[in-house]
């Protein structure tokens, strides 16, 4: 067991420390995380190697070895001081990766500058009203007609779709192969003629995710990424990686804290609800929780470090177990306040600018979003613990 | 950084394992439980060095660390081994080294698997009915309950001000009656002090302390162990059993109660390794994550023993598989040296959120 990263490390933990320092009065404040502010600022993380740090610099990035004990001293450093680490959105996370290990030189120069600095903003379309956890049913259809694909069908949930300058689209280009082996992934401007996008008012009030329908829609045929009929694999291939993402253990230590200094200036009848016996034993049980996936995400960081070392289930479990403790930690929240934490919005007695709610609604989405909690523990009972697979239903014809 | 076990962590693991595979099955222990005895079973273990683990090599020992402890008490949880383990090769050395004085002799004893050496920790713990310790000019008055284990040579006892003191088992004023509980993998009992010789060992509170963390943090991993074997026997159950012609791990409902074990039990054992390494390398957080991990362990072995014993349906709540000493072992561990509830609190206290 050894916890420590290094001298060479503590230098650099100590130039994170003196950049947030001098720098993060420059960082974007409240939510408008798309506007010119955030993009300076995503400019200068560039510069400084503290996002997109791995990116090669002929394409934007910063040019840096991979090398992840840097990149979770960065993402430590910078939640520490509760600083924006960077634009994200399905663009930066899911595709450039996807470009970088599967994508065509002329794709690489054309796309992946833009993306980082936040000049192009992506949407991702996979989901379907009829394919959704079985993402491989889907049925948009996209047929070669001479230099172009005709697309025909509908995406749903897109997210992003009515702000997004492009689109990275997964349809069905091989109709007599079987499921899995006929889709294909492409990219298409979202102004091409065509296209139509139908904002769908989420749970939270807002639209944020859309319904996106595509008649006779033409895109050139080189805008392939991998081969026909590979879309699959294209998409699978950073898919996982994403999913161990989502909630990060660092970020819900974060919220933990929160919550404690949340309940210790909450009061009901006066009295302070971090000296309710029963609200404190709720807390110091989501505390133990927290603990045990920042444990948990050492493990997965050292199984990484160490190619010998057996991650066990620790890496397929993070989906799971992380969004759903999200969702409890910030329900706690709510429960503290009570009817205060009802508040939404304009209400004048709310409380951490409304996160509290926002947050709690947001991680509700994540179980479902990026596969199910369900489909989570299917993939654990039979890809981690090897348990038989479900008997397959034959459609009657 | 290498957060994981090293290479001998994992040497000792299968040793251990190894030798309880052979020696401690099932069978053996219900023997244990018929009410044999466990002498052959810490004979062995001590021939592979498990009591000397954390004496110090000037007394004969090993010198190893609490996270080697941890290891060894997950072996025996997954093997519901009948031992003095948590007592006598962790807590007592624990004390003993931690109080500074000289006890070079019974340490020695102890490395040897000759001494055995049981706690009474109770009642500096949460009181429970008239039970109480009192210590005045060296004798000892009063009573402990469910103290560990029932074949102690000596026990160390926590009066209420938390000091400690060393008693011996044949002491005429002592009387040991043995308290039936629902795990009979290891036995506890009542001790009445009616004017007993108390050898005081500490009045330092932080031995106290440093004594039941790392009882707390051996504990947890012993329910780590009891609570990954139930799982990987409903995982092995499951595959094999089948009913409407298939398997019932093939049935959805059946495959979520696994995958849901698995996922709160896995973050369990980087929590424990964590909770062994901090004890000896972190002082910062070493109590709040042996509180942590105490109380964390137990509410998920709950959900996991009784969910492994559904997987089993009927036969699951028979004695024919034995399952539930398993299931008991993870209960009695829950109580054993504080109640998660009473734990959390602890760790509340300690980092400032509440006072006593
Ligand atoms: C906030 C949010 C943002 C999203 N953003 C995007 C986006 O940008 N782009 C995009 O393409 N998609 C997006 N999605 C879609 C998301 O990926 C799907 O919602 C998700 O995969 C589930 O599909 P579904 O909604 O069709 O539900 P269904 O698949 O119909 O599931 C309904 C219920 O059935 C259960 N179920 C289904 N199959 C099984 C099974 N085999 N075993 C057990 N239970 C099962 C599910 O767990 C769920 O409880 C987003 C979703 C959310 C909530």
Known sequence: MDLSFGPEYDTFRSEVVTFLANNADKAPQGNDLRGQAAKDWQKLLIENGYTCRTIPKKFGGYGAEPDIIKSRIIAEEFSKVRVHSGLGGQGISMLVPTLLEMGTQEQKEQFIRPTIMGEMVWCQGYSEPGAGSDLAALSTAAVLDGDEWVINGQKIWTSTAHIADWIFCLVRSEPDAPKHKGISFLLFDMKTPGIEVRPLVDMTGHANFNETFFTDVRVPKHQIVGERGQGWQVANAILGHERETLAPANTAQTRINALVDL??????????????????????????????????????????????????????????????????????????????????????????????????????GLIIGGGTSQIQKNIISERGLGMPREPKFEKAS | MQFGLSEEQILLRDNVNRFLDDNSPLDRVRLYADGGDDADIWAGLAELGVPALLVPEEQGGIGLSPLDAAIVAECLGAHIAPTPFLGTAVMAPTALVASGGDHDELLAGIAAGTQRVGVAFSEAIKRR????????????????????????????????????????????????????????TRRTVELTYDNVEAQCISTDSSVFDATLDIGRVAIAADTLGAAQSMLDQAVEYAKQ???????????????????????????CRSMVWFAGHALAELPDEGRITACHTKAHLAEVAQFVAKTATEVHGGMGFTDLVGLHYWFKRCGANRQWLGAPEFVRQEAAVLQGIVSD
């Open chain 1, 263 to 364: 309940m210790k200036s909450e009061t009901a009848d006066g009295a302070r609800l971090i000296d309710n016996p029963v609200y404190r034993d709720r807390l110091m049980k989501l505390q133990s929780k927290v603990m045990a996936m920042r444990f948990n995400e050492l493990r997965v960081l050292s199984a990484r470090l160490n190619p010998g070392q057996d991650p066990g289930l620790s890496r397929m479990i993070t989906k799971l177990e992380g969004t759903e403790l999200r969702h409890d930690l910030e329900g706690l929240a709510i429960d503290v306040m009570g009817e205060i934490g009802l508040a939404y919005e304009d209400n004048p007695y709310l409380r951490g600018s409304g996160s509290w709610q926002r947050e709690y609604m947001f991680y509700l």
């Open chain 2, 241 to 267: 059993r089948e009913q409407f012609n298939r398997p019932i791990g093939s049935f959805q409902a059946v495959k979520h109660m696994c995958a849901e074990m698995a996922a709160q039990l896995e973050p």
């Open chain 2, 129 to 184: 009915n008239d039970a109480r310790v009192e210590v005045r000019g060296e004798r000892m008055f009063g009573k402990s309950l469910f103290a560990f284990d029932a074949e102690a040579d000596s026990y160390l006892v926590a009066d209420q001000h938390k000091h400690l003191h060393l008693i011996s088992a044949s002491d005429p004023g002592l009387k040991r009656t043995h308290l039936t509980t629902v795990d009979k």
